[in-house]
């Protein structure tokens, strides 16, 4: 492709390109620079090799961190994947006032994971909370200490965030659904196919795109996730739910070791690399390739 | 990231100041601090008053948090856009700054009021000198060291108030009896790492404490006393409920004071709550250094003075430092704190049984106890309340594994 061709499209996306550069490549390799050096407070240039990473894969605390953005980037992505999937076809069932059961399920997505957050650290507090309440009726024996439980409180965490995000994959998944052609509904009643078995083995592989795209918006989220944990366990019990991300801030700013924050930092951006290139790889040259044969 | 930040913020904030900086003979001062509370609030306007009683205007920047605070006044040194003044601990949270030659000296005006002669104790001079001069001004004490225990729960349960962490421990079976919260504790990591020095130095004494904490002495560590000290602080933690998690520390002397709980371990701002509650020090709640050997720690607040281009800035860094330490403000700002002042030429008629105690107490050099973030960096200490605050949290995390790990941090040269 000629280097003038779409000229004016490609001066207007200049700037755009300038920025990416300078703020992302630029600031990548900064922090790699940095990371090699022993800066505490500021950025000093005393190169000290690569002892910052050593130290950071001896911590007991990035272990914990790494386990848990696995823990919680399986079970929201998958949990967010079944709710809001079974939502979409309970809602697509034609049933009477869909656009307030829409309403309610996609309102928990319109909050900040702050709110939600806060909102389930009070829910699930053994003292205040659900389980409070429920020995105040009368059942002693309910027990709901997920929160303060170490083991559990990971989980805890994604059920907030799954609450949170099931409902913005139900609206993807119902636009989908809408867009399933009546006729295919028609055949497979014809065929005398089980509702279930037509939506599992026809109708969620015409899905393909929303799940795709869910996948990677819900994906995104999880790499970044800091908010929510901070609002809802602070990253405790101990350590017990911190995360990559809260590693990262936490050197940055209170521990004042920032060489640590960037070795954590670009650890969690190579990591992002190695799973997004081969995603990348397919989607934009395996595919054109064999789209252009 | 941060440094593109600074960038930012070099080229906005100027342009947001430019017509106010051409306002005459007056001095003007933009203060960082993270005094966001309704005591601390109080404390902070008492400086502010006091400055523009001076006939100077007073730009405050209040900043919730202490981590976000700082982390604001480092960014905005590096950007080059100083404040004339920010907040920092009694610590060594600071030492980057004075080593990159960022901080103004203020050896002009300590020497010529004779600051090395009334700051007591000397120790806060030591935290504030790096190679014979003065780079921050200390404006109070506060010490981790107290038991606030609620003295109805023991009259109840017919014991006395308890002394010493090994009484508490012998009454709290009873109190749980009774269908209260013995020790009330809010899990968050700097609670919990608090807590655990207080414990450490009731039970193995400050010299102790000073070899492992300071000298990173290894034999100190390993001679059996810092093992008694990991044990006690795990039979205590039998006795909190399990809504402690994550509880911010004055919800947790809330409890206190309602009578849910018994004990707390907290610093001495936790008396403003118990203030503010209505209750009266000695009569309704109980003040208790732990501890046969009873000390007074050196924490508290030091203002440090970024280096400006411009020389009316360090007119104005230098008056506001003196001010600062001035014994009528300092009485006004600490009576509003809560804190001790850092000289004891202040009147403090107003003070209640707690602070007397206090002050009485640190009058008494053998009394004074410092504070591991006086000789270590945020990055040490925040390591190693990470290994404490998990060994709290997870019982199968064993004494021995939490020895080597914190060896390992004392070896670690962070």
Known sequence: ?293 | MKKFFSILLTIFVPLSFTNVSKAGSHMEAEVIHWWTSGGEQAAISEFAKAWEEMGNTWIDTAITGGDNARGTTVNRIIGGNPPTAAQFNVSKQFVDLVEQGLLQSLEEVASAEGWRDFIYPPELIETCEFEGEFYCVPVNIHSWQWMWINNDVYKQVGLPVPQTFEEFLAGAPKIQEAGIIPLALGGQGWQESGMFDVVASSIMGFPLMQSIYRDKDLDAFRDGRFESVLNTYRELNQFTDEGSPGRLWNDTTAMVIEGKAAMQVMGDWARGEFAVAGQEAMVDYSCVIPGKEKYVALGGDVFVFPKNDDPKVKDAQLAMASMMVNPTVQAKFNNAKGSLPMRLDVDTSAADACMQMGLDLIQNPDAIMRESDDWNTPAFTAAWGDIISEFRNDPNYTVAQVMDDLEGVLTSGL
């Open chain 1, 1 to 293: 492709m000629p280097f003038y061709r779409n000229i004016a499209a490609k001066i207007a996306l200049l700037p755009m390109i300038v920025i990416s550069l300078t703020v992302f490549v630029g600031c990548i390799i900064y922090s790699f620079v940095y990371s090699l050096t022993n800066s505490k407070l500021v950025p000093v240039m005393n190169y000290v090799g690569f002892d910052q990473y050593e130290r950071l894969f001896k911590q007991r605390k990035w272990d914990v961190a790494v386990e848990n953005i696995f823990i919680y980037g399986f079970v929201f992505t998958i949990g967010c994947l079944i709710i809001g999937f079974l939502l979409a076809v309970l809602i697509d069932q034609k049933i009477r006032g869909e656009s307030l059961f829409r309403t309610i399920f996609l309102y928990p997505y319109a909050m900040s994971f702050v709110v939600t957050g806060l909102v389930w650290k009070w829910v699930l507090n053994p003292t205040f909370g659900l389980e409070n309440s429920m020995h105040m009726w009368g059942m002693t024996w309910f027990e709901l200490d997920w929160l303060v439980n170490r083991d559990l409180a990971i989980y805890a965490v994604c059920i907030a965030a799954v609450w949170q995000g099931a409902g913005f994959v139900m609206v993807l998944m119902l636009a989908g659904l809408r867009g399933i052609d009546e006729d295919i509904w028609k055949s497979l009643s014809i065929e005398g196919v089980a509702k279930w078995k037509s939506y599992i083995f026809v109708i969620l592989p015409m899905l393909r795109p929303m799940v795709v795209t869910a996948i990677v918006l819900i994906a995104a989220g999880v790499v970044k996730v800091y908010d929510l944990i901070l609002a809802l366990t602070s990253g405790g019990p101990g350590y017990a739910t911190t995360t990559p991300a809260m590693y990262v801030m936490e050197n940055f700013f209170s521990r004042a070791n920032l060489g640590q924050a960037f070795a954590a930092s670009i650890i969690m951006f190579i990591s992002v690399v190695c799973i997004l290139a081969p995603w990348a790889f397919y989607e934009f040259y395996l595919r054109n390739k064999y789209a252009n044969n």
